[in-house]
């Protein structure tokens, strides 16, 4: 069916005008279709947050003024030439990055006085839990990457880069452990290290919801966004499950929460800004 047929200018011009949209990750399209005026136009682009819609209208509303069936274009549509389009906001997409990753493991975080109440056998529940989220996490994310990049070029280098950029994020994960090397492993420190395991996994939430707003997929970027909300909260307890038994001070969980949940921002920047099959 069509995606709408209410339109500002051609609906104050009084003529009816039906609309089919469609896009990818490159561009983005409108069809526009006047059956009582006989007129039908595709408007296609590619520049970053491009919006036919405008752009049809201002051509529909010429060519009936041209073709005599209508004498002077609406007041409140501009004859001039649209403006060019411009991206979302940085502060809006910051909103929606803490919305999406800070706040959600902030109230998974909030199960800690919980945690402190469940008996051994409820707390190697829990522990068993945090372990499955971080298999499944591995595993998403692997099978994700595989997927996107069977439909990059071969230029980027196919699976084998999947699988060294994870052989780096690991690497790098080890090497901030190291630094505690030969000192008493802290339960603290443990929670510290999967919050940023989780934070470099927020990066990619962060990414492709940005990306999903930039190319105007308003229902796809919602979607996800409910989504990755409610499955990082999930995340905040696998992060304070480790420190169930100990007391640290609340700037202790504001700084978790930080570094797995703001990741996120980053990320709905990249991909609302920078865009494409790789990302």
């Known amino acids: 069916g069509w995606d709408s047929t209410q339109h500002p200018g051609l609906d104050a011009a009084g003529f009816v005008a039906w609309q089919k949209s469609g896009s990818t990750m490159f561009y983005a399209s409108d069809f526009y279709v006047l059956p009582q005026a006989g007129l039908a136009l595709l408007v296609t682009g590619s520049a970053p947050g491009f919006k036919p819609g405008p752009v049809a209208e201002g051509i529909l509303l010429r060519a009936l003024q041209e073709t005599g069936q209508l004498r002077t274009l609406p007041p409140k549509v501009s004859a001039a030439a649209p403006a060019q389009a411009t991206i979302s906001s940085s502060a809006v997409d910051a909103l929606l990055g803490i919305y999406v990753g800070f706040i959600p493991v902030g109230l998974g975080l909030l199960w800690y006085p919980f945690l402190r109440r469940l008996g051994r056998g409820g707390m190697q529940a829990v522990l068993s839990l945090t372990v499955g989220l971080l298999i499944f996490l591995l595993f998403d994310t692997v099978a994700e990457a595989l997927d996107i990049i069977a439909t990059t ?78 499955h990082n909260i999930t995340e905040g307890i696998g992060i304070a499950a480790p420190i169930a038994r100990e007391r640290p001070a609340w700037w202790h969980f504001m700084l978790l929460a930080a570094l797995a949940g703001l990741p996120a921002v980053l990320g709905v920047w990249i991909g609302g800004f920078i865009f494409n099959a790789l990302l």
């Not at 901030?176 to 090397?181: H, N, R, S, T």
């Not at 996994?201 to 990414?207: D, I, Q, V």
């Open 153 to 230: 070029p071969g230029v980027f280098g196919g699976a084998p880069l999947v699988f060294l950029v994870a052989l780096l994020a690991f690497g790098a994960l080890i090497a901030v452990g190291a630094q505690g090397k030969g000192r008493e492993a802290s339960k603290l420190g443990v929670a510290y290290r999967i919050a940023l395991g989780i934070g470099l996994h927020n990066l990619g939430e962060g990414l492709a919801i940005g990306a999903a707003f930039a190319l105007g997929e308003a229902a796809l970027g919602t979607f996800l966004v409910i989504g990755f909300t409610l």
